[in-house]
């Protein structure tokens, strides 16, 4: 791979809702791994699990505490599923979409990775996916693979009435 880097894409996503839109992404996603000849792991879809977690949030906007509660439980698996496989760096596409608060995120990331045991330590790679080019590479891949457009962020909570696309 390039720059001696080889990802391994971990699917954590228990935040989306229907089932049917988790089938969808991960699909998609899948389909951009075998292109390249990625690994790709799925975590487990438990959507109960998650409601429980950011119950009481329900209502918050986009970017308020629901979203960090979420980035939370996402990146702390990411970082203990990196940890069980001697992975020592982590990072998220969260951070490329400009829907997100990149604040929330490396907050988030960071305090996963200071979960980790010291013995098994991993690293919160907090690079601006949306800078120096980042940006403009990341739509030509979405029109070279012609992805599928989400409509929403991920969560019922997150699906709009209006047109509004806060899902990229
Ligand atoms: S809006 Fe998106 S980031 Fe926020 S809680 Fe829902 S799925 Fe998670």
Redesign the pocket.
């Known amino acids: 791979m390039k720059n001696g880097i080889t990802p391994v894409i971990y699917y954590c996503?228990p935040?989306?809702?229907p089932r049917e839109e988790y089938e969808i992404r991960k699909n998609e996603c899948t389909r951009y791994a075998e292109a390249l000849g990625l690994e790709i792991v799925d975590a487990d879809y438990d959507h109960g699990n998650w409601l429980r977690e950011?119950a009481g949030?329900e209502s918050?906007p986009?970017?308020?505490g629901?979203?960090l509660?979420?980035?939370k439980l996402?990146l702390l698996r990411t970082a203990q599923f990196a940890a069980e496989r001697g992975i020592k760096v982590i990072s998220t596409t969260?951070a490329s979409s400009r829907w997100?608060s990149l604040d929330q995120i490396n907050e988030a990331g960071r305090w996963a990775c200071a979960e980790i045991p010291p013995d098994d330590s991993v690293i919160w790679w907090d690079q601006n996916w949306r800078k120096g080019g980042l940006q403009e590479r990341r739509l030509q891949i979405l029109k070279e693979y012609d992805f599928y457009n989400q409509l929403?962020?991920?969560?019922?909570?997150?699906i709009r009435k209006d047109d509004q696309n806060?899902g990229e």
């Open positions: 996503n935040n989306i809702y950011v949030m918050e986009e970017r308020g629901r979203c509660k979420c980035f996402r969260l997100k929403y962020c991920g969560c019922e909570f997150s806060t």
